[in-house]
C-alpha cells in the first residue's frame, strides 16, 4: 500500500486504484495524471505533481489542489490483487495477507480520520479500492464504531479505475468533483 503524506486542509480524498509503470512512485504522476492535468485544470503537468507539489500547484494558479489528497492502494503485485480485481472476495477473507492489509488500511483510516479533521469526501477510482474500503469500514465498525460512522457519514463516490476513465473520456466526471467538492475561495 503506497500512502503520501496527509494534509490537514484536506477535505477531498482521491484513493486510486493501484500505480502504473509510469508513476515514478507517485499517483497520477504519468501519463493518466498528465491526462487528467489537461481535462480537469487545462495543464500540461501530470495532477498528482500538482497535487503533490504546492509550488507547482500555486505557479500553475491552482491554490485549491491543496484541498485534494491522493493515494494509491494497491502497487498491484499484491498476491490477492488479481483475485480482487475479479470480484472474488469469498476466498479472500480467510488469506492472511488480505486480512493483514484490511487491517493496516483500517489503522490508515482512523489516522485520516484524527488528522484531516475538514474530509468530507472519498473519491475510490476502481473495484479493488471499492472492495476493499468496504471490508476496512466494516473491520472498523468492530474496532471504533464512532470512526465508522464519521466514514459512513462522507459522501464516498465509486468511480471505475483512472485508465478506464480517460480512455472511456469520462474525466469529466472527475472535473465536476473538483470543481465543486474543492473550490479555490472554500
Same mark, same amino acid.
Given at each position: 500500500?503506497?500512502?503520501?503524506?496527509? #494534509?490537514?486542509? &484536506?477535505?477531498?480524498?482521491?484513493? =486510486?486504484?493501484?500505480?502504473?509503470?509510469?508513476?515514478?512512485?507517485?499517483?497520477? +504522476? /504519468? =501519463?493518466?495524471?498528465?491526462? &487528467? /492535468?489537461?481535462?480537469?485544470?487545462?495543464?500540461? $503537468? %501530470? !495532477?498528482?505533481?500538482?497535487?503533490?507539489?504546492?509550488? @507547482?500547484?500555486?505557479?500553475?494558479?491552482? %491554490?485549491?489542489?491543496?484541498? $485534494?489528497? @491522493?493515494?494509491? &492502494? !494497491?502497487?498491484?503485485?499484491?498476491?490477492?490483487?488479481?483475485?480482487?480485481?475479479?470480484?472474488?472476495?469469498?476466498?479472500?477473507?480467510?488469506?492472511?495477507?488480505?486480512?493483514?492489509?484490511?487491517?493496516?488500511?483500517?489503522?490508515?483510516?482512523?489516522?485520516?480520520?484524527?488528522?484531516?479533521? #475538514?474530509? +468530507?469526501? $472519498?473519491?475510490?477510482?476502481?473495484?479493488?479500492?471499492?472492495?476493499?474500503?468496504?471490508?476496512?469500514?466494516?473491520?472498523?465498525?468492530?474496532?471504533?464504531?464512532? @470512526?465508522?460512522?464519521?466514514?459512513?457519514?462522507?459522501? @464516498?463516490?465509486?468511480? %471505475?479505475? =483512472?485508465?478506464?476513465?480517460?480512455?472511456?473520456?469520462? =474525466?469529466?466526471?472527475?472535473?465536476? $468533483?473538483?470543481?465543486?467538492?474543492? %473550490?479555490?475561495?472554500?
Amino acid at each position: 500500500m503506497v500512502q503520501l503524506s496527509l #494534509k490537514r486542509k &484536506m477535505k477531498v480524498l482521491f484513493v =486510486i486504484d493501484r500505480l502504473q509503470d509510469d508513476d515514478l512512485g507517485l499517483p497520477l +504522476h /504519468g =501519463i493518466n495524471g498528465l491526462k &487528467m /492535468g489537461r481535462t480537469l485544470l487545462g495543464d500540461s $503537468i %501530470p !495532477f498528482g505533481r500538482l497535487l503533490h507539489d504546492q509550488a @507547482v500547484a500555486d505557479a500553475a494558479g491552482h %491554490p485549491h489542489l491543496k484541498r $485534494i489528497g @491522493v493515494e494509491t &492502494m !494497491f502497487l498491484g503485485d499484491e498476491s490477492f490483487y488479481a483475485e480482487l480485481l475479479r470480484g472474488k472476495r469469498q476466498g479472500l477473507s480467510a488469506r492472511e495477507d488480505y486480512y493483514k492489509t484490511v487491517q493496516r488500511y483500517t489503522k490508515h483510516l482512523q489516522a485520516v480520520h484524527s488528522k484531516c479533521t #475538514k474530509l +468530507h469526501t $472519498i473519491v475510490l477510482f476502481g473495484r479493488t479500492t471499492h472492495l476493499l474500503y468496504a471490508d476496512a469500514i466494516e473491520r472498523l465498525e468492530e474496532e471504533n464504531e464512532h @470512526v465508522a460512522d464519521a466514514f459512513k457519514s462522507m459522501h @464516498v463516490l465509486r468511480l %471505475p479505475a =483512472i485508465h478506464r476513465l480517460v480512455r472511456d473520456e469520462r =474525466i469529466e466526471q472527475v472535473k465536476e $468533483i473538483v470543481e465543486r467538492l474543492a %473550490p479555490s475561495k472554500s
